[in-house]
């Protein structure tokens, strides 16, 4: 059997390497073009890209997401991404802490507070994995990473197509609102997430009436986990899971649409991630309503491909992409970019409205 430690060396790999983006499905970021303000009577230095996001401070909405754990290379790739993240002011989200949980002694490539002292950092571990612990173990897992809040991650459609991974989903909104009220009551925010596949309005209700107060999207359009998961099933001749794997590889709803979807139910915080790659995709994404946007995949690839000179010039233009943005629609606060002028295509325009119609009642 595959050991943790193995299987998150194949997601780093595949992930900085591999070719495993959704295939026919985008963000649908692309469907937003905000209006162009000829006149916009703002100087471009006294732009203000700070937001406050679980109780800190941002020097701009962006958020490198959560990647990796577990592995002595992963921990690399914490401690530089994470030290970018502190030098210009970002969140940096830790991957799942299952690896640790199991195997305590890997909690050093978790370890990332030494060079990131002041930064927004988020824990992480599966709901699946949550159910079965205590909240007072939970909140250690925090408390071992010195981190600001936890993500509690979503990841059905993954684990179906993972070989050996989990098919009882059973009791996930009662671990949520468990772990919501104790670890708030703590001072620590709690942040439900998916992981590729976006969270449905339907979704978004249940888990408002569960107490919770910030999501993170994680749709579909970027990194395809399922497809990840298809590639390891294939590499370990597990036929019918990479069966499975190649017919839901594009499962999931599109950022954009999450995003959409989500805004108008009144989280505290609402994150973007998701195919999140320039700029651009996080002016469109806060326009629709989400507080701050996520960096995954493009980041750890901008690492591998030039170091971390290459990972903080990637950032840089995707700030610059950002500040140009509000300058061109007349916004001077991030807060701004929300009520700028914009028009939503058809296949967007779709999501928003028909994805909307039925709540699921449970």
């Known amino acids: 059997m595959t050991t943790i430690g193995q299987r998150k060396a194949d997601h780093l790999t595949l992930c900085a390497e591999g070719d495993v983006g959704f295939r026919d499905v985008s963000t649908l970021l692309e469907c937003v073009r905000l209006v162009h303000d000829a006149l916009p009577d703002l100087r471009y230095d ?19 997401a959560a990647m990796t754990g577990g592995t002595d290379e992963a921990g690399r790739i914490n401690r530089e991404l994470a030290s970018i993240a502190e030098e210009r002011g970002y969140a940096f989200g830790l991957g799942s802490q299952r690896a640790m949980h199991v195997r305590p002694e890997s909690a050093s490539t978790y370890g990332i507070r030494e060079v990131a002292p002041t930064t927004l950092v988020l824990g992480n571990v599966g709901v699946v994995q949550a159910r079965s612990m205590t909240s007072d173990e939970v909140r250690s897992l925090v408390a071992r990473v010195g981190a600001d809040a936890l993500c509690i991650h979503l990841n ?19 671990t949520i609102q468990r772990l919501s009220d104790d670890l708030q009551r703590a001072g620590i925010p709690v942040v439900v997430k998916e992981t590729g596949c976006g969270i449905s309005a339907q979704v978004g209700e249940r888990l408002r009436e569960h107490g919770v107060r910030h999501v993170d999207v994680s749709g579909a359009g970027g990194t395809s986990w399922v497809g990840v998961e298809t590639k390891r099933a294939g ?35 609402l994150i973007a991630t998701g195919g ?24 750890l690839r901008a690492l591998t491909a030039g170091g971390r000179a290459g990972a903080a010039a990637f950032l840089e233009g995707v700030e610059t992409e950002l500040r140009a ?3 061109l629609t007349g916004s001077r ?5 929300r009520n700028a002028p914009r028009v939503v295509s058809a296949e967007l325009r779709e999501w928003i409205e028909q994805a909307s119609e039925t709540p699921r009642k449970k």
């Open 46 to 64: 006294e732009l203000d890209l700070s937001v406050t996001l679980l109780g800190k401070r941002l020097r701009a909405p962006i958020v490198i």
């Open 156 to 174: 059905p459609s993954m684990e179906l197509v993972q070989p050996g991974g989990d098919r009882d989903f059973s009791h996930g909104l009662e």
């Open 235 to 269: 590499a370990a001749g597990d036929v019918r899971a990479q069966a499975l794997g190649e017919a839901f590889w594009d499962w999931g709803i599109p950022t954009a649409a999450s995003v959409a979807l989500l805004a108008p139910l009144g989280f505290e915080s």
């Open 276 to 299: 999140v790659a320039t700029g651009l995709d996080v002016a469109r994404a806060l326009a629709l309503g989400a507080d701050a946007a996520g960096l995954a995949r493009p980041v």
């Open 325 to 327: 943005a509000m300058l």
């Open 333 to 337: 606060h991030v807060r701004d970019v």
